[in-house]
């Protein structure tokens, strides 16, 4: 199915620009303390995980709304990564 190809690029690549724009902030902040956001890219590791166990699952009754529900999930999960990112003192 081209969807889930698709739906598994989207999420590599969100979640690999988010994880990206955590290692640019380090980057720019060397003297800062990078817990906070070594958290993030442990929790954007996460979030792709349990995204991708979820796009590979074969036992779904409606796979439109599955995938559909996947993608949304993406969106929501992705934009609290970016909020925790741009509150990074």
């Known amino acids: ?6 739906l598994k690029k989207d999420i590599n690549y969100v979640l ?22 070594e958290a993030i890219i442990d929790e954007a590791i996460n979030t792709f995980d349990e995204l991708i166990t979820k796009v ?3 036992n779904v009754d ?4 599955h995938f559909k529900a996947i993608n949304q999930e993406l969106e ?14």
């Not at 724009?21 to 956001?37: G, P, Q, R």
């Not at 409606?62 to 709304?65: D, G, I, R």
């Open 1 to 6: 199915m081209a969807n889930v190809k698709n």
């Open 16 to 37: 690999g620009d988010i994880i990206e724009a955590v290692y640019v902030w380090e980057y720019a902040n060397i003297d800062k303390d990078t817990k906070a956001s």
């Open 56 to 58: 590979n699952a074969k």
């Open 62 to 65: 409606n796979a439109k709304s």
């Open 76 to 89: 929501t999960k992705g934009r609290d990564l970016i909020e925790k990112i741009n509150k990074l003192v």
